[in-house]
């Protein structure tokens, strides 16, 4: 399949848009027409090399939603004509991880970054010129047609449009798996999330939703604090030093139950303040991805163990997504979870660079690219 793909040919490059093709499924493969990809903050962590790539050229794109039109050998339980989500993370439902509940961490991970698919380890996208292109995380959304392993596409309900059902194969699912089952809220808790963009936001709805009596939410960025509080924020701070006295305030020197750490670019000086936020006992949530060679924290050491705090790190928010994607999907057809308001601005492919700045200057929620025959 000839068509267009967004792709990256080195670090700290611009998103080029070029011809690519896109090759058929094989046995346990699906090809899928997208109808909209979200664009999250990690696939500029492809731009600024922080996730490093094992070569180049690369196809971003994480977030999809859209309609199967060709099923490889062996797939059973999905057909032409489906409406699907593309899980970020495949779950095979066989090794450890899936067995014991925790397909976030399915085995078939290991092959994400590699560009060679989990059916034969080979290729199935190429460049115009027939060079091999590594997808993001075997997806490669940034594109109208992605093939992609059985174990990465979930069947939906039809009536969800794809702008919206896209985001649940990350954002939405990392953020509020990050404050129902990694930061376990519970009624009556303060909690605080700092970073309120596409990920951060949903941990904001999580958090209201499971009954927290605070919903703090910590971002540089006027619109984001603005917005979050059609999302169930209570109160809004620029940074976590300015934060500090007003919540010792607010909960009479408690501080916070639990502080979800949800920013684009995490950093290891982020760590200590979120911790002098959290109470003792409590427990700080770090979502955010920082660089594959980052290894120094800033953290209190012996306030870390005489307060008893936890730190946890969480990937895809803990879920299931097999049975996390359709739920959150229920909910929002419910009018119970929010996702209309999340898609900030649509945009066109070409308009890719535009978005991811729009995205660094904190001006959107969530950027979708919604596809139409003129990008396939």
């Known amino acids: 399949m000839k068509t267009k793909g967004a792709i990256l040919r080195g670090i700290n490059q611009p998103w080029s848009v070029e011809e690519i093709e896109v090759g058929d499924p094989r046995a346990g493969e ?10 999250c903050h990690s ?6 090399g922080d996730t490093p790539m094992p070569s180049y050229p690369v196809m971003g794109g994480h977030e999809g939603a859209g309609k199967v039109i060709k099923v490889g050998e062996g797939v ?22 899936c067995v014991t509940g925790h397909s976030n961490l399915c ?10 698919t989990i059916s034969d380890g080979t290729y199935r996208v190429q460049t115009a010129k027939g060079e091999d292109v590594i997808p993001m995380v075997l997806l490669g959304t940034f594109s109208p047609y992605v093939t992609a392993h059985e174990t990465a596409v979930i069947k939906i309900d039809e009536s969800i449009p794809f702008e919206v ?29 700092v970073g309120a963009g596409g990920v951060g936001m949903n941990s904001v709805q999580g958090a209201a939703v499971s009954g927290a009596e605070r919903v703090i939410v910590i971002d540089p960025s006027e619109f984001h604090r603005e917005q979050s509080k059609k999302f169930g924020a209570t109160h809004t701070f620029n940074s976590m030093a300015e ?16 502080t979800i750490i949800t920013v684009g670019r995490i950093k290891g000086e982020d760590i200590d303040p979120a911790m002098t936020l959290t109470r003792k006992g409590g427990r700080v949530v770090v979502v955010g991805m920082g660089g594959m060679g980052d290894m120094d924290v800033t953290l209190n050491l012996f306030m870390f163990t005489m307060l008893q705090k936890e730190l946890r790190g969480a990937i895809f928010g803990g879920a299931n997504p097999r049975a996390e994607i359709p739920n959150l999907l229920s909910m929002y057809k419910a009018g119970k979870l929010n996702l209309d308001d999340l898609v900030t601005k649509e945009y066109q492919l070409e308009q890719i660079n535009e ?5 660094l200057d904190g001006k959107i929620i969530r950027g979708v690219i919604k596809y139409t025959d003129a990008d396939r």
Request: charged share 15%.
């Open 76 to 97: 059973k339980d999905i057909n032409v004509g489906d409406h699907v989500v593309l899980s970020f993370i495949p779950s095979c439902g066989k090794c450890e991880s």
């Open 355 to 359: 978005a991811y700045q729009d995205m």
């Open 243 to 258: 934060a500090i006295v007003p919540i010792m305030e607010l909960t009479h020197g408690k501080m916070a139950d639990k």
């Open 43 to 48: 696939d500029h962590h492809l731009v600024t």
């Open 107 to 116: 085995d078939l991970g290991m092959y994400l970054l590699t560009g060679q």
């Open 30 to 39: 699906v090809m899928v027409e997208l109808g909209a990809s979200g664009m």
């Open 165 to 193: 059902a896209c985001l649940v194969g990350c954002g939405v699912t990392t953020g509020w798996g990050s404050a129902t089952n990694v930061a376990e809220v519970k009624a009556g808790e303060t909690v605080i999330v």
